[in-house]
């Protein structure tokens, strides 16, 4: 696609529920990212995605966080028994280039999620 | 945990004048990038300038990098309205890809 899609826009859940938030990376980026951002803060780095490498996880903030990357492709960040603390904005963002380059991040639009 | 520390964390501005933020971070950098968000929207990379170049222009942004002194400042000439936003700085390590981002400076420019 143009750009980076994530989706659900908007999602409303009651605590203890699971869901999924899907982001679709730009066509050929190597490399994905998720961040969480919370209102009126900075970006929490949650996970690293590079290729076919192990992800880097070390920004989850628990295990209830876990994330996958189908085909080098979509990913889909997982938030299981969601808490009220859960409640921000999860951004995702994709990058060309392989390991061992930096470089540009374009990130979507983000999924707002708000736990009851 | 969070690298760069933005400053201020707002600014208040006319139509016109310039508008400068700084950032700080903790660690010896590969590189240093800015973003701007607008309200409830994703982040936009604006810059990205490299820990050996001093000094980046971009149309009417100039960014400076002082490695000694761990810092960046990002200067907008001429602001306008479209500038009100918040301004991120973010950075990554040697052989860290990950970017870490301070919690920016939120913007406002008025007519």
């Known amino acids: 696609g143009a750009g980076v899609s994530q989706s659900p826009s908007n999602k409303v859940t009651e605590k203890g529920k699971d869901v999924e938030l899907r982001c679709d990376p730009i066509s050929g980026h190597t490399a994905l990212y998720w961040y969480r951002q919370s209102l009126g803060q900075g970006l929490e780095f949650l996970i690293y995605?590079?290729?076919?490498?192990?992800?880097?996880k070390s920004g989850l903030p628990s295990d209830r966080f876990s994330a996958e990357r189908t085909g080098g492709s979509v990913s889909t960040l997982t938030i299981q028994r969601t808490q009220q603390e859960d409640s921000a904005v999860y951004l995702c963002a994709s990058r060309a280039g392989t390991s061992g380059t930096t470089g540009e991040l374009f990130f979507g639009e983000g999924s707002r999620l708000t736990v009851l | 945990s969070q690298q760069g520390e933005e400053d201020p964390q707002a600014l208040s501005i006319q139509e016109g004048e310039n508008a400068t933020m700084n950032c700080s971070y903790k660690?010896?950098?590969?590189?240093l990038q800015w973003y701007r968000q607008n309200s409830g929207r994703g982040l936009v990379h604006l810059i990205l300038i490299r820990s050996n170049e001093r000094e980046k222009h971009s149309g009417r942004l100039r960014v400076t990098l002082d490695t000694s002194k761990k810092s960046s400042s990002l200067l907008i000439t001429a602001s306008r309205a479209a500038d009100t936003a918040s301004y991120f700085c973010?950075?990554?390590?040697?052989?860290?890809?990950?970017?870490?981002f301070g919690a920016g400076t939120t913007v406002t420019v008025r007519a």
């Open positions: 660690t010896s950098i590969n590189n």
């Open positions: 973010a950075t990554d390590a040697f052989n860290d890809y990950k970017l870490s």
């Open positions: 995605f590079q290729g076919n490498s192990a992800p880097d």
